[in-house]
C-alpha cells in the first residue's frame, strides 16, 4: 500500500479526504479488525503463541501507516520505501520475536 501512494501520492489526498469525511455510524473498527485477523494468521503459519495483543499491535501498525503518508504528503522527498522497511521490521520483531 505504502508503495502504491508512493507512486500515487494524489491518492494520499483522496483517501484523507475520504476518511475525514465517513459517516459517524461507520464500523471504524474493521481496519485494525482486518489486519489484527492477518496477523493472528502469520502467528499462526509460524506457530507463535497466542498471547499478543493484536488489537493494539495492529492500530499501532495502521498509524504508522498513515504517519508515513502524511509525511509524504508535507515532504515528497521522504522516503517511504524506507520508512515502510522499518515498520515491518517493527512489526516483525513484535509478532514473531
Not at 4 to 13: A, V
Not at 33 to 51: K, N, Q, V
Not at 63 to 90: C, F, K, N, Q, S
Amino acid at each position: 500500500m505504502i508503495a502504491h501512494l508512493h507512486r500515487h501520492p494524489r491518492h494520499i489526498r483522496m483517501m484523507a479526504e475520504a476518511l475525514i469525511n465517513q459517516p459517524q455510524d461507520l464500523d471504524r473498527g474493521r481496519r485494525w479488525r482486518d489486519l489484527a485477523a492477518i496477523m493472528a494468521e502469520a502467528r499462526r503459519d509460524r506457530r507463535r503463541p497466542g498471547d499478543a495483543d493484536l488489537r493494539s499491535l495492529a492500530i499501532i501498525v495502521g498509524g504508522g501507516i498513515d504517519a508515513i503518508m502524511r509525511e509524504r504528503l508535507v515532504d515528497p522527498a521522504y522516503d517511504t520505501a524506507g520508512a515502510a522497511h522499518e515498520l515491518v521490521r517493527m512489526m516483525e520483531h513484535l509478532l514473531f520475536d
